[in-house]
């Protein structure tokens, strides 16, 4: 319980074990995120041992703040925000692509890792993109990065590897089913008019 006003307040409570409702490990994004979104990414993308520097180079190129900003404004989830204590811990980006949802990256700030919060950002993803608008999850990772064990955890299958893939380099392909039920398809990187409007009216705004 807690005091507010001089009243007594019910924390949340989850419907069917009545404990104390979990706080979410994850929020959409917003402009104000994307500097220390693209920073951060630059810094992983470096920095990681699984990738040639070939690849690097056209990560860094694409995955640019106007490339974010895009995300955000066709569905600020595309961005998620990951959160330790309410601050920013780390972030997820994803992108539409023919009705299926590609995870492009994950990552979970050095200073700020620990198992627990990745799986609980991991799962509270999964959750939300469970809403009836894609037929899967993909994504694409290299042999030997830890990260097939977080996504095996959560069911992923190992659909193929994908030999001499991304500039000569071998790529494990692991999907995971979602509900789709709309009859329409995301269309993927092309916002438009509306979208590019929706965009700014978010920046001038601060959401």
């Not at 106007?66 to 998620?80: E, F, K, S």
């Not at 694409?140 to 659909?159: C, L, Q, W």
């Not at 392909?173 to 398809?185: G, R, W």
Request: aromatic share 10%; glycine share 6%.
């Amino acid at each position: 319980m807690r005091k507010d006003s001089g009243q007594s307040v019910k924390e949340p409570t989850d419907s069917r074990t009545k404990k104390p409702a979990r706080a979410p490990a994850i929020r959409a994004a917003t402009s104000a995120d994307i500097d220390l979104v693209h920073t951060r990414l630059m810094e992983v993308i470096e920095t990681s041992p699984h990738y040639s520097d070939l690849f690097k180079q056209y990560e860094k190129a694409r995955l640019s703040k106007a490339y974010l900003a895009n995300l955000i404004a066709m569905d600020p989830y595309h961005v998620i925000i990951c959160l330790a204590e309410k601050e920013t811990a780390g972030f997820m980006i994803t992108g539409p692509e023919l009705g299926t949802l590609w995870l492009y990256w994950s990552y979970i700030f050095p200073e700020k890792r620990r198992a627990s919060l990745a799986m609980a950002c991991f799962r509270d993803m999964i959750s939300h993109w469970q809403n009836g608008r894609f037929h899967k999850i993909s994504t694409y990772i290299r042999p030997g990065n830890d990260a097939v064990a977080i996504v095996r955890r959560f069911k992923f299958v190992h659909t193929c590897t994908l030999e001499k893939h991304i500039f000569g380099q071998d790529y494990m392909l692991y999907e995971l089913p979602l509900n789709k039920v709309t009859k329409d398809y995301d269309l993927g990187m092309n916002v438009g008019r509306l979208g590019r409007i929706r965009g700014r009216l978010r920046a001038a705004f601060g959401l």
